[in-house]
Structure formats: structure tokens, C-alpha cells
């Protein structure tokens, strides 16, 4: 089970959007392309291009999890806009609320 509350570090993860991997992967991915070794409780954001998925992956020394959130079509989550050029950025958990309760509808249709 993920838990995550106020007191987590939040990384949301710019230009990730492989949502067939997993775990492991995104892991290494970590690793390996931001440098980064996830502490205790670090949960990482990745977002589908489709911007209709969101995943947070929590690490700590004993296990990780997977939360996932996906809109059905019609809605998606609202578009990032980065400040700079990381790899990774450091969001509150303010943000991280407002990103995954907001929904954004991507066509009005009135009869």
C-alpha cells in the first residue's frame, strides 16, 4: 500500500513517459539517468504523454509501491510547465494535490 502524506519528498520526473514500465525500471531510470538514490519515503511523479496517467513510486529499504491514478477519456490531468531545464523537480504536496484531484476536460460538448 502507498503511503504517502505531507511529510514525503515529491519528484516529478520531466520527460518519462514509458508507462509500461514498472518498478524496477523506474528504479534504475533513477539511477541511472537523474543520479538520484531514493531515501526513505521519496516518492517519485511520472506522467503519460496522453497527460490521462499518473504514477507515484515510493522507495524505501525494505519494499516499494505503486499508486496509480487514470482518467477515462474526456478528462486528463492538467499540463506541467517546467521552470528550467532538470531532469527532475521538486514538488510540494499542495501541488501533488491539486494535480491529481484536478481534473481537466479536454472537450466541452453543448447541445
Known amino acids: 500500500m502507498l503511503n504517502i502524506t505531507g511529510l514525503n519528498r515529491f519528484s516529478l520526473v520531466r520527460d518519462f513517459h514509458d508507462m509500461r514500465c514498472k518498478y524496477d525500471k523506474v528504479l534504475s531510470i533513477i539511477h541511472q539517468r537523474l543520479n538520484r538514490e531514493p531515501e526513505d519515503g521519496d516518492v517519485f511523479i511520472v506522467m503519460s504523454k496522453d497527460l490521462r496517467l499518473v504514477r507515484l513510486f515510493s522507495y524505501d529499504r525494505r519494499s516499494c509501491s505503486m499508486f ?26 499542495r501541488d501533488v494535490i491539486l494535480l491529481l484531484e484536478s481534473p481537466v476536460v479536454k472537450k466541452l460538448t453543448v447541445k
Open 68 to 93: 496509480e491514478r487514470r482518467f477515462r477519456p474526456g478528462y486528463k490531468f492538467m499540463q506541467v510547465t517546467y521552470n528550467g531545464n532538470e531532469s527532475i523537480y521538486s514538488i510540494n504536496w
